[in-house]
């Protein structure tokens, strides 16, 4: 047993909604995710996945980076800046990425959507309601929605943007403009039964990560692999959550077979880890209903 690794998981904190606070657990969120191993075709803390170009080191750089914009996007929301103040700061942080990394997308996806929640839990907090995840993602809806879609329905040059439009699927903007269906109805409740049940921290992440991959439109499976390496990615992961997922006793040997099968196929489904670390910041905020004790 890893002394250092939470056995059930990060004690929840109790739901305060200062900036800081939220931006810490937005950090520890993405080294929950980048900590996960195995983890089919990602970067790990020990492999590169279906990547070339970056590894656990261009991560934590660009994870260290962005340590400052989480906290500044959540008093962004708590004082309910408009859209474009977000995406501004949001361009700043995409900016200080691809210094920190030598212009690798690492953390692009999670940019925008850790930081569109942490505007939201930043605006709840402020309005003096408690942090749970209904009332983060009627705030989101309510106070960006609109922006949001507008975004959706714009043509975007970049690689995930243009294969979700290539192949009609929903974009990492259309998922935000929704409230984030996938995460908050997939994805939480997958974290959540998983730590009732009392699994470790890390088979509860990736039984997470194997329930959102089954049904994300993840613009990255589509932009490496096509509609086809999409469709075989999410028939990868409902198989494996038929056969018991990641608390089946062969649960973490069928992940890295198919961790072999997506790499040997060059697919990564990054839009599915960001909305892991998403549901880790949910659990880290309180905002998850589950509270689990001290952690080890
Ligand atoms: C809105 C933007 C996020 C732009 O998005 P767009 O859809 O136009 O294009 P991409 O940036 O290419 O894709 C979006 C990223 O979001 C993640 N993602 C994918 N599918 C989904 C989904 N269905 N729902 C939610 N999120 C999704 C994903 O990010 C992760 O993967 C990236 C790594 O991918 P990788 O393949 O290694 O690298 P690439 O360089 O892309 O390609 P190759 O190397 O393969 O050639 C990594 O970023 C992960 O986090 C998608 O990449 C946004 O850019 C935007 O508008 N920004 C402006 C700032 C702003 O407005 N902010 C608002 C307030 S916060
Ligand atoms: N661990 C990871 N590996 C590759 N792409 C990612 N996008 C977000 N997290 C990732």
Redesign the pocket.
Same mark, same amino acid.
């Given at each position: 047993m890893n002394a250092v690794q939470p056995l059930r998981g990060p004690a929840s904190t109790p739901a305060t909604a200062a900036p800081q606070s939220l931006g810490r657990a937005a950090t520890l969120a993405l080294y929950d995710e980048l900590a996960l191993s195995p983890k089919p075709g990602l970067v790990t803390l020990s492999d590169r996945g279906s990547?070339e170009? +970056?590894d656990a080191q261009t991560f934590m750089r660009s994870l260290l980076a962005l340590r400052g914009y989480f906290p500044r996007?959540a008093e962004l929301g708590a004082a309910a800046a408009p859209?474009d103040a *977000? @995406?501004r700061? /949001? *361009?700043e942080? @995409?900016a200080r990425m691809a210094r920190a990394t030598g212009g !690798?997308?690492?953390?692009? /996806?999670? !940019?925008?959507?850790l /930081?569109?929640l942490c505007?939201a839990a930043g605006a709840l907090g402020n309005s003096g309601h408690a942090l749970d995840a209904s009332g983060l993602r009627a705030e989101l809806v309510e106070r960006w929605g609109g922006a949001l879609h507008l975004?959706a329905q714009k043509v #975007?040059?970049?690689? /995930? $943007?243009? =294969?979700?439009w290539r192949h009609g *699927?929903? #974009? %990492? #903007?259309? @998922? =935000?403009a929704l409230g984030?269906p996938?995460l908050f109805e997939v994805a939480l409740p997958s974290l959540a039964s998983a730590l009732r049940r009392g699994l470790a921290w890390h088979v509860a992440r990736l039984d997470t990560l194997f329930h959102v991959i089954a049904v994300?439109?993840? %613009?990255?499976l589509a932009?490496?692999g096509g509609l086809e390496g999409l469709r075989f990615a999410q028939a990868e992961a409902r198989r494996f959550l038929a056969d018991g997922g990641a608390a089946a006793p062969d649960g973490l040997a069928r992940a890295e077979a198919i961790g072999r099968a997506f790499v040997s196929r060059r697919l #990564?489904p990054? $839009? %599915?880890?960001? +909305?892991l670390a998403a549901a880790c910041w949910m659990q880290r905020i309180g905002a998850l209903g589950v509270h689990i004790g001290q952690a080890t």
């Open positions: 990547h170009d +970056m996007i859209f *977000l @995406e700061c /949001g *361009l942080a @995409e !690798i997308n690492t953390h692009r /996806g999670a !940019i925008f959507t /930081g569109l505007a975004r #975007s040059v970049l690689p /995930g $943007g243009r =294969a979700a *699927l929903r #974009s %990492a #903007s259309a @998922e =935000a984030f996938v994300l439109d993840d %613009a990255n932009h490496r #990564s990054g $839009g %599915a880890a960001d +909305m």
